[in-house]
Nanobody
Framework: QVQLVESGGGSVQAGDSLRLSCAAT????????MAWFRQAPGKQREFVAR????????TYADSVKGRFTISRDNAKNTVYLQMDGLKPDDTAVYYC?????????????????WGQGTQVTVSS
C-alpha cells in the first residue's frame, strides 16, 4: 500500500529556512505526480507546489513563488520542499500528496494518497 511520510518541520523565526522531506513507499515513485499542500488552523487545505504530470516543470502557489522550491529524488523515492524566507503566514501543517492522474492539477481532491503531515511554525 502507498505510504507517504513527511519530516523536517519545526519552529523557526521569520526569514529562516526549512527543508521538508517526504519518503514514499508502496508505489512506483517515478510514475506519480507529487505535490505539497498545507493547512493552517481554521483554514482550508491549500495547494503549495507540485510537479506537472508529465514530470517536466513545476507549479507554485503565488504566495510561495520565489521562496519555495519543490524537488524530487527518484532514486530515493523522496520529494522535498525547500522553504526559504519563511513568513508567519506560512505557519501550517504541511502535507505531501501523490496522484497518478494524467493531467496537471493543484486540486487536493485529485490526490488520493496523503502523508500524516508535519508542523511548520514561523514566529515573527
Amino acid at each position: 500500500q502507498v505510504q507517504l511520510v513527511e519530516s523536517g518541520g519545526g519552529s523557526v523565526q521569520a526569514g529562516d529556512s526549512l527543508r521538508l522531506s517526504c519518503a514514499a513507499t508502496g508505489l512506483t515513485f517515478s510514475t506519480y505526480t507529487m505535490a505539497w499542500f498545507r493547512q493552517a488552523p481554521g483554514k482550508q487545505r491549500e495547494f503549495v507546489a507540485r510537479f506537472n504530470w508529465t514530470g517536466v516543470g513545476t507549479t507554485y502557489a503565488d504566495s510561495v513563488k520565489g521562496r519555495f522550491t519543490i524537488s524530487r529524488d527518484n532514486a530515493k523515492n523522496t520529494v522535498y520542499l525547500q522553504m526559504d524566507g519563511l513568513k508567519p503566514d506560512d505557519t501550517a501543517v504541511y502535507y505531501c500528496a501523490a496522484t497518478r492522474i494524467t493531467y496537471s492539477t493543484s486540486s487536493w481532491s485529485q490526490y488520493p494518497y496523503w502523508g500524516q503531515g508535519t508542523q511548520v511554525t514561523v514566529s515573527s
